[in-house]
């Protein structure tokens, strides 16, 4: 079926079958590939994009699901001109990225909660970043890089 999606601002037509993953449409029709596949079953968070603001798990998401709701990928944090949000630098000042693979789920998950903390503590950073798996390891720097980025936007 014909879908309209709204991503990162512009509305996309799209042809998928109504349950087809969110995540695949954005991938494979869409060439939006911030969102990465990790598990698949909803439990990494490395799919992860924000739908009407709230995080939300895009490769158990159908499509149909989504369609006039806003979604937000890692391209749509990006000024106009092109420069990282404020959130993307300091993962890049703070080498938070190890391989990378979770770093999109990462910071789609901490834009919406800085959105509703921008004075958070380090443990409610972790409480937050709960749900986001890291395979390298690279937490204490992806903490740091959330906390660096609330400062500097306060
Ligand atoms: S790929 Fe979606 S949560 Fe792991
Ligand atoms: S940096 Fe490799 S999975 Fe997080």
């Given at each position: 079926m014909k879908i309209t999606l709204n991503v990162d601002g512009r509305k996309r037509d799209v042809e998928a079958p109504p349950d087809a993953a969110l995540l695949f449409v954005l991938r494979n029709d869409l060439g939006v590939n911030g969102p990465k596949f990790g598990c698949g079953?909803?439990?990494?968070?490395?799919?992860?994009?924000?739908?009407?603001?709230?995080?939300?798990?895009?490769?158990?998401?159908?499509?149909?699901?989504?369609?006039?709701?806003?979604?937000?990928?890692?391209?749509?944090?990006?000024g106009e001109d092109g420069s990282p949000s404020p959130l993307q630098k300091a993962f890049l000042e703070e080498q938070a990225a190890q391989c990378g693979y979770c770093t999109s789920g990462m910071i789609m998950t901490a834009t919406a909660f800085l959105r509703e903390n921008?004075?958070?503590?380090?443990?409610?950073v972790r409480k937050a970043m709960d749900g986001n798996l890291c395979r390298c390891g690279s937490h204490n720097r992806i903490v740091r890089a959330i906390l660096r980025a609330a400062k500097e936007v306060a």
């Open positions: 079953l909803a439990q990494c968070g490395a799919c992860t994009v924000l739908v009407d603001g709230q995080p939300a798990r895009s490769c158990s998401l159908p499509v149909q699901s989504v369609e006039g709701a806003k979604i937000e990928t890692p391209a749509g944090l990006r921008d004075n958070p503590t380090d443990q409610e």
